[in-house]
């Protein structure tokens, strides 16, 4: 409890509320809540009180506890918010995923690892290389359920759990609990609770959601005036090569951008969302990977710059914003070619079925999140011949203002030196957990100067969008980096005292 109250801690979650009496008693459990609404604490509470009232801690590559995720962020943001309880009951726990280095993984099991935060596809290769098993794994837990079905992962996850054995707790938590997930939940969970809880007024502040008719050529326009108002900014693509392609016609527009998807080595993926929570990046451009990797609050709007293909997926990236009871703003751009598509998901999402043309004064003004500019009497913003020299001296991989190093081949990924780069995928499940095969593009420039942020004049206009202005909504100030917890404590494995 000491820790929590450290934490700001002193109520519970309606998930937790709901889960905890249930998961402590050792029951399965299923929990349906949206992202954001404090499941990690729901399922990692009991799981550290279980490990704390065991009568030895873990041997050598044989976790006690598991817990599976579908991407790499939410590793990692699971086990910075778990680290610090797991330090003060004396567990140790460790995180494996793709896109980096083996070495530091395999050595944390070797010493003993007694909660285990993992990724489906790397936890399969260090099995399969003898690192680690799951013999000794008495709690599971399966977060994101649903993602991991859309991103193909459930075969890896069901060849996981057949390792475990039947002397076992399972703890399941989905934004939905039917199809895939349903399936998993029959074969694997044995009576269990359900419990669901909706987002609260408390967790998730009011969001418009705007559905703003635009041409292909001039959505990066509508885009970086949407990020220079409504800093910090999420920006979904389709694919990979598009992510990277919108951060350098942003670059160009003056906007700082960063790219986050499977392509980017883990490495890359942490600083360019470092960069981002810091304030020295104001938007990121993500694909749906990154659509449940990034919590952070504060984001002042979500650009659906591709459309998403699924009702469920429009959900989980518009949920990067409205967080922690701020208010957010959702803006769907289409164009003439998605326009039907798009009048589906609205169907789907029972959203009136109907467009509207750009305009960014009719846009609510909410509290500023990042300061409109330099104070006064701040150094000048420096050119964009400086900004261009800034960017290339701190990252080796950007060209033109923030252009990714896959320029040079077409857009595409670049590949990796010897040496360098990510790591290939060895077998197990394909594709995803942000796996980034042979490398990836460059990273963001830290520090960039933005002359066309927030408070701009307005320019010229073309019909009712106004071509090159920022005017009308005040930017926001930046946000304090999210820290990375430390692990537990290293200990060999010991009879506890008294047992």
Known sequence: ??????????????????????????????????????????????????????????????????????????????????????????????????GVGYHPQRQALRKGVDLLVACPGRLEDLIAQGDVELTQVRWVVLDEADRMADMGFLPAVRRLLDQVGPRRQVLLFSATLDGDVDVLVKRYLSDPARHEVAGTEQSTGEVTH??????????????????????????????????????????????????????????QRDRAIAAFAGGSVDALVATDVAARGIHIDGVGVVVHFDPPGEAKDYTHRSGR?????????????????????????????????????????????????????????????????????????ADHGYRDRGASASTRSGGGASSASKGGGGNRRRGGAPGH???????????PGAGRGNSNRGGQGSGSRRGPWPGSQSGGAPARPGRAAASAGAKGPQRSPSRRAGS
Do not use: N
């Not at 002193?10 to 299923?30: H, V």
């Not at 589906?344 to 609510?364: F, I, K, N, V, Y």
């Not at 957990?433 to 593009?441: A, F, M, V």
């Open 321 to 393: 914003t409205g967080r922690a009871g701020a208010d957010g703003i959702v803006v769907t751009l289409v164009t003439p070619e998605v326009a039907g598509d798009v009048a589906s998901l609205q169907r789907q999402l029972g959203h009136p079925g109907r467009t509207e043309e750009p305009d960014l004064a009719s846009l609510p003004v909410a509290a500023p999140r990042r300061a409109a500019g330099p104070a006064a009497g701040a150094p000048a913003e420096p050119s964009t011949a400086e900004r261009t020299r800034t960017v290339r001296r």
């Open 1 to 98: 409890m000491t820790t929590l109250a450290r934490q700001g801690i002193a109520e519970p979650f309606p998930i937790q509320a709901a889960t905890l009496s249930d998961a402590l008693a050792g029951r399965d459990l299923c929990g349906k809540a949206p992202t954001g609404s404090g499941k990690t604490l729901a399922f990692g509470l009991p799981l550290l009180a279980g490990l704390a009232a065991g009568d030895r801690w873990s041997d050598p590559r044989k976790p006690q506890a598991l817990i599976l995720l579908p991407t790499r962020e939410l590793a990692s943001q699971v086990s910075a918010v778990l680290a610090p309880l797991a330090t003060a009951v004396g567990a140790r726990i460790a995180t494996v995923y793709g």
């Open 210 to 267: 705007l559905w703003w008719r635009t041409t292909r050529d001039e959505r990066t326009s509508v885009t970086a005036a949407l990020v220079r108002a409504y800093a910090p900014a999420v920006v979904f693509c389709r694919t990979r090569h598009g992510a990277d392609r919108v951060c350098r016609r942003l670059a160009a527009a003056g906007v700082t951008a960063a790219p986050v998807h499977g392509s980017r080595s883990q490495p």
């Open 433 to 443: 957990d942000g796996h980034p095969g042979r490398g990836g593009t460059g990273d």
